[in-house]
């Protein structure tokens, strides 16, 4: 098994461009997690899904952050317009479910600079 | 709202010094779960308590959960420098999948 895949791994962009994360969770999982991570805030969870479905978004920043799930096997975090304080570490992470014993299991994340 | 507090936030040992991290929730968990990241890294997924009580070991890794399922520990015995990295906690509250992180402990190890 190949874990959680996100592209791309490091992405440098102006403030106002539109960002657009990528995430392939492992098959057969069926919840999918958008985490933040700085240094000031640490870990923070963004949206998760169930079965491509969006449960919970209130850790969404802002309208300029979107998530969508077409499919079982992928999910993109858009922003737009970015802002330098967007800057951060964004990882995807997938599960089969914590009832069922299993944890979360992260992708390798993707390092977000807005100059 | 819900939080995961964690102590201490560094720990620099010395290589075969035991070493524990301590994490406290505001509100009564359904379960709580552990992670290390190593520098760059990413969390990897370490353990999950769910029972009041419960203790598990991996090793040279002791796992705690409180009796009021609010709080929980990890120890390591006699570190090496593998283990180096940060440990968090991470509490679902309820029936939720919101999983919560502690704020992590960084350990460093002296050779």
């Known amino acids: 098994d190949a874990g959680v895949i996100q592209s791309p791994r490091h992405e440098v962009t102006e403030m106002g461009q539109e960002v657009t994360l990528r995430c392939k969770p492992i098959s057969g999982h069926d919840y999918l997690f958008w985490y933040r991570q700085t240094m000031m805030r640490g870990l923070e969870l963004l949206i998760y899904f169930n079965n491509n479905v969006p449960i919970d978004d209130s850790g969404m920043p802002e309208d300029r952050f979107s998530a969508k799930m077409p499919n079982a096997s992928f999910s993109t975090l858009k922003i737009q317009p970015s802002e330098p304080r967007d800057s951060a570490v964004y990882f995807c992470?997938?599960?089969?479910?914590?009832?069922?014993?299993?944890?979360?299991?992260f992708g390798s994340g993707t390092r977000l600079t807005v100059v | 709202g819900q939080q995961v507090m964690q102590i201490p936030q560094y720990q620099h040992v010395q290589e075969g010094e035991d070493f524990t991290t301590y994490c406290n929730s505001s509100?009564?968990?359904?379960?709580i779960q552990w992670y290390k990241q190593r520098p760059g890294g990413h969390p990897v997924f370490l353990i999950q308590?769910?029972?009041?009580?419960e203790v598990k070991k991996q090793k040279r890794l002791t796992f705690q959960f409180g009796e009021a399922k609010k709080n929980s520990s990890l120890h390591i015995t006699a570190t090496q420098t593998t283990d180096v990295g940060t440990y968090f906690c991470?509490?679902?509250?309820?029936?939720?999948?919101?999983?919560?992180f502690g704020s992590g402990t960084r350990l460093l190890v002296r050779p």
């Open positions: 991470a509490g679902l509250p309820g029936s939720s999948y919101k999983l919560i």
């Open positions: 308590l769910v029972k009041s009580g």
């Open positions: 992470a997938s599960s089969l479910g914590w009832n069922r014993g299993y944890g979360y299991t």
């Open positions: 509100t009564t968990l359904s379960n």
